[in-house]
């Protein structure tokens, strides 16, 4: 905490905390895609299977998870700032851990150790981007998950070359690792200064039994006469609420981002009898257009306004992947997935941003809410597809995760803005104007 206050001025210009939050999106994304194409070197190096090293993965998610529920309380009672830098800076010390692994299990446990901290990042960060959001006042989450997915790029690149070079993992990873303790570093110095002191609101003395606060009644289980709830418990229950739905539609993006990530390439090679070349380019599709659809969604949130958005990127997405599946050719597989990838593009950033600004003094759990679903949905997807593939063909499971992004664009309105919904409720509660004679 001291090291954040050290590093980190209290007052940057918005323009400065955005390009330090952009500096912890593109961290996080090099982490991920570094450690992503090293591991064929990992499973040869300790002479993994298949099965093994699947369990060995497990680790980073079973850790992404355990991070995510420590973190919200921490982001809430300290700020973003001060659990963000940190934990940027240990990002690049754990991604070397791994290679250094004698077997399984402490392989395991360092993956572990890595999904924890990346997941805590992850929750931290995007709290981050929202306080800065709401400083611009106006919507720029979109482009912080863009550069995200620039970073993942970047670190993949960065593998795959030092693999094509014959440089051991663990020289890899320093590498990389030291380039990402400098971007912490250098991010740290324009990150802003999250008081959660300025969103926690003053406490009020519960009102006596039996009168009416905000108009909310709760009956005792001793039969006794309603107990009011005081507006800062209602609005906290609305909040917890709110944010479970915001992680239900993530769990549906992300399920779809899986589902991509693991079997594009096997249905338009095995199912539509493309080349193993021209199978690579469905998910490639996928990923260019989640990224360029990024960099478009601010300026489309803010002419549309999130609702719109979620609700056309929603159709866009179940339309562009479920008509390339019925007409069944590699080229409208390849145009679909792409479709598919524009479409869940702004959903994600707009789901987190509705999360931290649905209460600023939850902020924290509402997005590890929302993160910690989202995550089970991008682990659950690939399982999910494979199930029902077995029992209904490929082609035909790929249509869940169109369904699923179509019951998002339905669900749209759960993203609306706190201060539009403030101001629908003040126009249905408050009371007529009275005649003037």
């Not at 002419?303 to 719109?308: D, H, I």
């Not at 339309?319 to 597989?333: D, E, F, N």
């Not at 997005?367 to 659950?380: E, I, P, W």
């Amino acid at each position: 905490m001291a090291l954040t206050a050290l590093l980190s001025p209290a007052r940057p210009s918005p323009l400065r905390a955005r390009v330090a939050v952009f500096g912890l999106f593109l961290l996080a994304g090099m982490a991920i895609g570094t450690w992503t194409a090293r591991i064929p070197a990992i499973k040869s190096g300790l002479h993994l299977s298949d099965g093994r090293l699947s369990l060995g993965l497990l680790g980073i998610a079973a850790g992404a998870i355990t991070g995510m529920q420590v973190v919200g309380r921490l982001v809430d009672r300290y700020g973003s700032d001060r659990v963000m830098i940190p934990m940027a800076l240990a990002q690049g010390v754990v991604l070397v851990i791994p290679a250094y692994m004698p077997g399984l299990v402490t392989l395991a446990l360092a993956l572990f150790l890595f999904g924890a901290v990346h997941g805590t990042l992850d929750v931290a960060m995007n709290a981050n981007a929202v306080v800065v959001e709401r400083a611009y006042g106006k919507p720029i989450m979109s482009s912080f998950h863009a550069v995200f997915s620039i970073g993942g790029f970047a670190g993949a690149a960065a593998g795959g070359l030092f693999a094509h070079a014959g440089v051991s993992p663990g020289v890899t990873f320093a590498v990389v690792g030291a380039v990402v303790l400098t971007i912490a570093l250098l991010s740290s110095r324009w990150a802003m200064r999250d008081d959660p002191r300025r969103h926690t609101p003053p406490p009020t003395d519960p009102p006596p039994s039996g009168t009416v606060a905000a108009g909310h009644l709760t009956e005792p289980a001793d039969g006794r006469a309603p107990r009011s709830l005081d507006p800062v418990t209602v609005r906290r229950r609305r909040t917890a609420g709110g944010a479970l739905f915001l992680g239900v539609l993530a769990f549906c993006c992300l399920v779809g981002e899986g589902a991509s990530a693991d079997w594009s390439s096997v249905y338009l090679r095995d199912d539509l009898g493309s080349s193993p070349g021209f199978a690579a380019a469905g998910y490639a599709a996928f990923s260019i257009m989640m990224t360029a659809g990024r960099f478009a969604g601010d300026r489309l949130a803010a002419r549309l306004g999130p609702v719109m958005l979620v609700r056309c990127c929603g159709t866009l997405a179940a339309a562009g992947l479920a008509i390339s599946l019925l007409i069944g050719r590699p080229v409208a597989g390849v145009i679909g997935f792409g479709l598919f990838g524009a479409g869940l593009s702004c959903i994600i950033p707009q789901v987190f941003s509705a999360a931290g600004h649905r209460d600023p003094a939850q902020a924290g759990r509402a997005l590890a809410t929302v993160a910690s679903l989202g995550y089970t949905g991008f682990l659950a997807g690939p399982v999910l597809i494979g199930g029902t593939a077995e029992l209904l063909t490929l082609p035909y499971a790929l249509f869940v995760p169109a369904v699923l992004a179509l019951f998002v664009a339905f669900a749209a309105p759960a993203v609306r803005s706190p201060r539009t919904q403030a101001a629908g409720e003040a126009s249905t509660t408050a009371p007529p104007p009275r005649a003037h004679a």
